[in-house]
């Protein structure tokens, strides 16, 4: 083959490699620019199915969350974080959303005050905007409080029904991540939700350690730690997995029974305060009420 049809078989090659790369970069940039007139499209759509508040109340408030994360002290962010994934509202409110919240909250008790304080000029006013104000600025915190015991009491109370039916369900020949999906199925309520959010993190890729650890931080529930910790061992180590749920499901029951016994001993001691206060001085009076009357008529 001679030197000039390699030079031309080489200068055919290049030019019609150059011209793929052109029509392809071409191509690739038209349809680049149809996808971000749409989604432009869609936005200024969505932007305009919204409702009054998501349009011009929701930035707003986003921006006051930002300002107001600036003055928070050293580890409040993660804390708050921290408490806002335990209480299951991180997925609709995030640092910004709860600091904004805050402030909202502490500004109206404070505006409630002055205007308990104008309208009742008998009380003192700084006592009541004092009060208001205190109120405002715990509110939200005891809210978010309550938010987490009850989760955790809502979680604590369906563990042993949901390693009841795992057992079940891993005994009868399942695999332990299609036997999670069919508690999922059929047991709804808070550790429910949270067991499907760790299988769709499994789906997408995420280790089934990584994802039961994440759980364990999302919950915050002792006897759950306990169930996560004894499941990532059983796996590390090889254990069967039908042999330990059982195990675990005993221990979980056996906890339960303890727990429900430590409430029924401290009972008779959380009445004796009613009893005195309350229930005690009515007696007193319906028992002894007529005989001082008696007694105070024949003395004088």
Same mark, same amino acid.
């Given at each position: 083959?001679?030197?000039?049809?390699?030079?031309?078989?080489?200068?055919?090659?290049?030019?019609?490699?150059?011209?793929?790369?052109?029509?392809?970069?071409?191509?690739?940039?038209?349809?680049?620019?149809?996808? /971000?007139?749409?989604?432009?499209?869609?936005?200024?759509?969505?932007?305009?199915?919204?409702?009054?508040?998501?349009?011009?109340?929701?930035?707003?408030?986003?921006? $006051?969350?930002?300002?107001?994360?600036?003055?928070?002290?050293?580890? +409040?962010?993660?804390?708050?974080?921290?408490?806002?994934?335990?209480?299951?509202?991180?997925?609709?409110?995030?640092?910004?959303? +709860?600091?904004?919240?805050?402030?909202?909250?502490?500004?109206?008790?404070?505006?409630?005050?002055? $205007?308990?304080?104008?309208?009742?000029?008998?009380?003192?006013?700084?006592?009541?905007?004092?009060?208001?104000? =205190?109120?405002?600025?715990?509110?939200?915190?005891?809210?978010?409080?309550?938010?987490?015991?009850?989760?955790?009491?809502?979680?604590?109370?369906?563990?042993?029904?949901?390693?009841?039916?795992?057992?079940?369900?891993?005994?009868?020949? $399942?695999?332990?991540?299609?036997?999670?999906? /069919?508690?999922?199925?059929?047991?709804?309520?808070?550790?429910?939700?949270?067991?499907?959010?760790?299988?769709?993190?499994?789906?997408?890729?995420?280790?089934?350690?990584?994802?039961?650890?994440?759980?364990?931080?999302?919950?915050?529930?002792?006897? $759950?730690?306990? =169930?996560?910790?004894?499941?990532?061992?059983?796996?590390? =180590?090889?254990?069967?997995?039908?042999?330990?749920?059982?195990?675990?499901?005993?221990?979980?029951?056996?906890?339960? /029974?303890?727990?429900?016994?430590?409430?029924?001993?401290?009972?008779?001691?959380?009445?004796?305060?009613?009893?005195?206060?309350?229930?005690?001085?009515?007696?007193?009076?319906?028992?002894?009420?007529?005989?001082?009357?008696?007694?105070?008529?024949?003395?004088?």
């Amino acid at each position: 083959m001679s030197a000039d049809l390699i030079f031309a078989l080489t200068s055919v090659f290049v030019a019609v490699a150059a011209a793929a790369v052109y029509v392809g970069n071409g191509v690739l940039r038209a349809q680049q620019n149809a996808s /971000r007139r749409l989604a432009s499209l869609q936005t200024r759509r969505e932007n305009l199915d919204a409702s009054f508040a998501e349009r011009a109340v929701a930035p707003v408030v986003e921006r $006051l969350g930002r300002g107001a994360l600036r003055f928070t002290p050293q580890g +409040w962010m993660a804390r708050t974080e921290k408490r806002l994934a335990v209480s299951g509202w991180d997925s609709r409110m995030d640092l910004s959303a +709860w600091a904004a919240t805050r402030v909202v909250a502490a500004v109206g008790g404070l505006l409630l005050g002055v $205007l308990v304080a104008l309208l009742v000029p008998e009380v003192p006013r700084i006592l009541v905007i004092s009060v208001f104000t =205190f109120m405002g600025v715990i509110a939200p915190e005891a809210m978010l409080t309550r938010r987490i015991d009850e989760r955790r009491d809502a979680i604590q109370r369906d563990l042993p029904d949901v390693i009841d039916l795992l057992v079940i369900s891993v005994e009868a020949g $399942l695999g332990f991540e299609a036997a999670l999906g /069919r508690v999922v199925q059929t047991v709804p309520g808070e550790l429910s939700d949270e067991f499907a959010r760790m299988l769709q993190e499994t789906r997408v890729g995420v280790r089934r350690n990584e994802a039961m650890r994440q759980l364990a931080e999302r919950t915050d529930v002792d006897d $759950l730690n306990s =169930f996560i910790l004894a499941i990532n061992q059983a796996d590390t =180590f090889g254990v069967s997995v039908s042999r330990m749920l059982r195990v675990q499901a005993d221990e979980i029951r056996v906890r339960r /029974r303890q727990r429900a016994q430590e409430k029924a001993f401290a009972a008779p001691v959380k009445m004796v305060f009613p009893l005195v206060l309350c229930i005690f001085p009515s007696l007193f009076v319906v028992l002894l009420g007529p005989a001082v009357i008696n007694i105070f008529d024949k003395l004088f």
